[in-house]
């Protein structure tokens, strides 16, 4: 018999829009984790798409990483289009 595992569910409202994570379901395989999605989260709301992803492939950062991944933009105002002088004569920029 498969070993269950935990599948991470996100979905999406209508489209044009982003995925958001909703919740997990366990399931022995892809197929069962995609019917288990759709019985449990998908009778209360309308959704266009499901995306479901192994729990055990996800990865972060971690919270003493923060500086190396998050450093803000303070003093790095070239990446602002505000930083460029407009050159005369350009219009609807």
């Known amino acids: 018999m498969n070993e269950w ?3 991470e569910v996100f979905v ?3 489209n044009g829009v982003a995925h958001r994570h909703i ?3 366990q399931a022995s395989d892809a197929c069962m984790a995609l019917q288990h999605a759709r019985d449990v989260y998908t009778r209360r709301d309308d959704f ?3 995306w479901l992803v192994a729990s055990d492939n996800l990865i972060s950062s971690a919270g003493q990483d923060k500086a190396a991944w998050f450093e803000n933009a ?3 105002g070239f990446r602002h289009a ?3 002088p407009v050159p005369e004569g350009v219009q609807h920029l």
């Open 23 to 25: 919740g997990s379901v």
């Open 82 to 84: 505000t930083y460029y």
């Open 12 to 14: 999406r409202s209508q």
């Open 48 to 50: 266009v798409s499901l």
């Open 74 to 76: 303070r003093g790095k």
């Open 5 to 7: 595992k935990s599948w």
